[in-house]
């Protein structure tokens, strides 16, 4: 069952990603060896998690992890690319960490300028991937979304994943290349407001 999630909760969720996107594509440019990937995975999404956690609306269930951020906050200010970017350099490098700030922002250029939802994340334990819990804890979110009547937006990490994105109705808007690379990307994806007949 899918809850809120506590500030207790945080390890757990942070856990679950760390599982969730452990070969994840992008990432892995970051942190390609598994010893790499678990402190960069840990750091960075211990960061993202505590931004959620304070700015947005994250839900857990015993095997899945969500995070929402609502369409009138921003999720990262100033400091807190300052911060993604010093973890990004402890695990990777000085060089890398401004490559990858630099597919950040540029990949954050195509997000959506009206009033939106962002998916941040969403992950599921690898015992349970590919049985549609990832669709399923994505579809409540997407409820409230349909209920405001608004777009959502969110930027995928991982090519493979966008098929499952199409299913929940977002399009691809741009795809925004790390350096030296034609298949590693950030894949920013658009959803159309629809509104819910009440």
């Known amino acids: 069952m899918l809850r809120h999630a506590l500030r207790a909760d ?5 856990d679950t990603w760390v599982e ?3 070969d994840d594509p992008f990432f892995r440019w970051l942190a390609p060896d598994d010893e790499t990937w678990q402190g960069f995975g840990t750091a960075w999404l211990s960061m993202i998690a ?8 994250t839900f857990v269930a015993d095997l ?4 929402w951020v609502p369409p009138d ?7 807190d690319v300052q911060r993604a970017q010093e973890i990004v350099a402890a695990h990777a490098g000085e060089e890398r960490a401004a490559e990858a700030l630099g597919v950040i922002l540029e990949a954050r250029g195509h997000a959506l300028q009206e009033p939106h939802w962002t998916l941040q994340y969403v992950g599921v334990r690898k015992v349970d991937q590919g049985f549609g819990l990832g669709a399923a804890v994505a579809r409540l979110g ?15 990490t991982n090519q493979r994943n966008l098929p499952f994105y199409e299913r ?12 030296g ?12 407001a629809r509104r819910q007949n009440r």
């Open 64 to 67: 899945a992890a969500i995070a």
């Open 168 to 179: 929940l109705g977002f399009t691809l808007a741009a795809e925004v290349y790390v350096p």
């Open 142 to 156: 997407l409820a409230v979304v349909d209920t405001d009547g608004l777009p959502c937006g969110l930027t995928s």
């Open 10 to 14: 945080l390890p757990h969720v942070v």
């Open 20 to 22: 969730a996107f452990s």
């Open 181 to 192: 690379s034609n298949a590693i990307a950030l894949r920013p994806m658009v959803r159309a």
């Open 50 to 57: 505590d931004l959620c956690f304070e700015r947005g609306h």
């Open 73 to 79: 906050l921003e999720l990262v200010g100033p400091d």
